[in-house]
């Protein structure tokens, strides 16, 4: 399973826009990327995610790297409501092997100063 | 509401007593999964379902059964619950073809064997 790599903690100052890289250098060229995150107490939440080019949906905007070996998870405005684990995923097609099994490392968590 | 509901979200239960955690989706979703979370493991999958009637194991299986009768439903069993089960279970649910659908979690069922 291709692995990610994240920073283990970042802050952000509340409504400050915070950018959380990723980097994937093994993904193959069939793989989504997807990003979770998980407050404390509750289950991990689906963000965002794409494939090749860059998406924004209400919650974050996803910058993906021409060569697809990094990508970036932007917070517009910081809220404190933003605190959580933050992973990056890489989730491959059903073509047999993978299980549909998110791999979840260890993410980062983002720490956000009122 | 789209959701994945758990039951129970507590529960404290003694060595060897059978027990079932419950996981429903409202989305006709095909595919199902189960995770434990532990600190310093992180999420790791348990088993997890394609569509009905079809179940295969995750990578921590030992202990646990499952069964996938109905669509919407996708119950964890712990026959024999021994204190090394003692931990936060979460139940996914997703469309199952591509990489191109995001998983929804459930809240969480915090077990504690005793």
Known sequence: D???????SMESNEEEPV???????????????????????????????????????????????????????????????????????????????????????????????? | ??????????????????LTVTCSQNMNHEYMSWYRQDPGLGLRQIYYSMNVEVTDKGDVPEGYKVSRKEKRNFPLILESPSPNQTSLYFCASSFSQGGNYGYTFGSGTRLTVV
């Open chain 1, 2 to 8: 291709a692995k990610t790599t994240q920073p283990n």
């Open chain 1, 19 to 114: 950018h959380l890289p990723c980097n994937h250098s093994t993904i193959s060229g069939t793989d989504y990327i997807h990003w979770y995150r998980q407050l404390p107490s509750q289950g991990p939440e689906y963000v965002i995610h794409g494939l090749t080019s860059n998406v924004n949906n209400r919650m974050a905007s996803l910058a993906i790297a021409e060569d697809r070996k990094s990508s970036t998870l932007i917070l517009h405005r910081a809220t404190l409501r933003d605190a959580a684990v933050y992973y990056c995923i890489l989730r491959p097609p059903w073509d047999g092997g993978s299980q549909g099994n998110l791999i979840f490392g260890k993410g980062t968590k983002l720490s956000v100063k009122p």
């Open chain 2, 1 to 18: 509401e789209a959701q994945v509901t758990q039951n129970p979200r507590y529960l404290i239960t003694v060595t060897g007593k059978k």
